[in-house]
């Protein structure tokens, strides 16, 4: 990505003395947003960027004309939300550049709500892996240790709604192993950006996939004393760094399709989005398993509750169909 003057360290460059603090508020304010967002954002710059180059048009400051342009000639080849996300990263390009963006512009505005008019706005989400896909997953894994870390790695996923980053984050002592359970502590989530930390508990269910087993053996196996609690596990057992979000995807997919599913209808997201649908079906209180997955709102909870109730009653049959 274009390397962006923030108005902040153009403020302060001049004075020799405050050179390495205004250094460090330009850091500060990049490091404002989590690293997958930047990553996405210096990506659809650089998307931007060389199309407009391209096209002998100016990307920084562009026209509005130039980024209605740019959403229109993208139609095709990306979704609304995609678009709608690169749009974002233009503006804050942008903004840290110090030029104004107004992304209400008619000729931005106008091309953007037809584009969500023609192709709508529904994002495709990944399917959710409820408890019984889950059981059908680890039933793969054996006894190597590769399959004793997918395994553990499912099933604490599940058991305690975690996001894929928060997932591949977790070091050896944020896992506590108690008698009741796991005392899982997520230093820096999504919902959590200034790091003030959250707790998860995952019960024993004394079941052949009960989360707590699966991560003690899976520990115990890796000879894991401290750092990061799941790693890679090269075809020799051997162990590696730690795990990637995009390994963790893989993984579930792999599991997946080992199970007999698509497995290109789920994602490492669909752990987390199982939990909460089979919590739902169970009868949980959304109250409950918002203590569990976190969500500071409704909206998105509510649509995965919906999702797990769907046919809770079938109406056709009662209507005599």
């Known amino acids: 990505m274009t390397t962006i003057t923030t108005p902040i360290s153009e403020a302060i460059a001049a004075p020799t003395a405050l050179a390495a603090a205004a250094d460090r508020a330009a850091d500060l304010a990049e490091g404002a947003r989590a690293e997958a967002t930047r990553r996405a954002y210096r990506s659809d710059w650089k998307s931007f960027e060389g199309w407009c180059a391209a096209h002998g048009l100016a990307a920084l400051p562009a026209a509005a004309t130039t980024v209605g342009l740019f959403l229109a000639a993208h139609e095709n080849l990306l979704s609304v939300a995609t678009l709608t996300r690169r749009l974002s990263s233009i503006a804050t390009a942008h903004r840290m550049a110090g030029h104004p963006m107004d992304t209400r512009h008619p000729a931005i505005r106008d ?3 037809g584009l969500r008019r023609t192709k709508g706005s529904a994002q495709r989400h990944a399917e959710a892996l409820t408890t019984p896909l889950v059981r059908r997953a680890v039933e793969t894994c054996a006894d190597r240790l590769i399959d004793l870390r997918d395994r553990a790695l499912i099933l604490v996923g599940f058991g305690a709604a975690l996001r894929r980053s928060e997932l591949v984050a977790l070091n050896l ?10 005392r899982v502590t997520i230093r820096r989530s999504k919902a959590d950006q200034e790091g003030e930390g959250q707790v998860v508990a995952i019960g024993r269910t004394g079941s052949a ?4 087993i699966a991560y ?3 520990i115990a196996m890796a000879g894991v004393i401290q750092g990061k ?4 596990v ?6 590696g760094e730690r795990l990637s979000t995009r390994a963790v995807a893989k993984i579930v ?8 599913l698509d497995a290109q209808a789920f994602s490492g997201h669909s752990l987390r989005a199982g939990f909460a649908t089979s919590a739902a079906a169970a009868g949980v209180e959304e ?3 918002m203590k569990t997955t976190r969500h500071r709102s409704t909206s998105v909870l509510r649509r995965y509750i919906h999702d797990g109730r769907l046919f809770e009653r079938n109406l056709a049959a009662e209507v005599g169909l």
């Open 111 to 113: 091309v953007l709500r």
């Open 173 to 182: 002592d944020d896992v506590v192993v108690l008698p009741e359970g796991l």
């Open 209 to 212: 996939t009960c989360p707590v």
């Open 216 to 218: 003690e053996t899976w």
């Open 229 to 232: 609690a799941f790693r890679s």
């Open 234 to 239: 090269d075809r020799h057992g051997r162990l």
């Open 253 to 260: 997919q792999r599991r997946a399709g080992l199970a007999g």
């Open 287 to 289: 109250r409950i398993i």
